[in-house]
């Protein structure tokens, strides 16, 4: 049974903010969400490499090497 719990983090502990619905010692897996602005500085920019990469002129030429299958 996988159950999400929400809860925080501080100071090496972890508080929940309600009961955990298993009375037994139990398998957990915690992920931390964290809202870091390194993060956001990961995003993708869409056009962000506009000006920075160029094909040459001749991109879409045929190939020396292919010349015998053409």
């Given amino acids: 049974m996988l159950t999400a ?9 972890i508080f929940l903010k309600e009961d ?7 398998d957990v ?13 990961d995003k993708r920019i869409p056009g962000g490499l506009k ?5 040459p002129e001749d991109f879409n030429d045929p190939l ?4 015998d299958y053409m």
């Fill in 64 to 67: 020396d090497d292919l010349k």
């Fill in 29 to 41: 897996i915690i992920t931390f969400l964290t809202n870091d602005k390194d993060q956001i500085k």
């Fill in 5 to 13: 719990i929400k809860g925080y983090y501080e100071k090496g502990k």
């Fill in 51 to 55: 000006g920075k990469v160029s094909l």
């Fill in 20 to 26: 955990a619905p298993v009375q037994s010692k139990t």
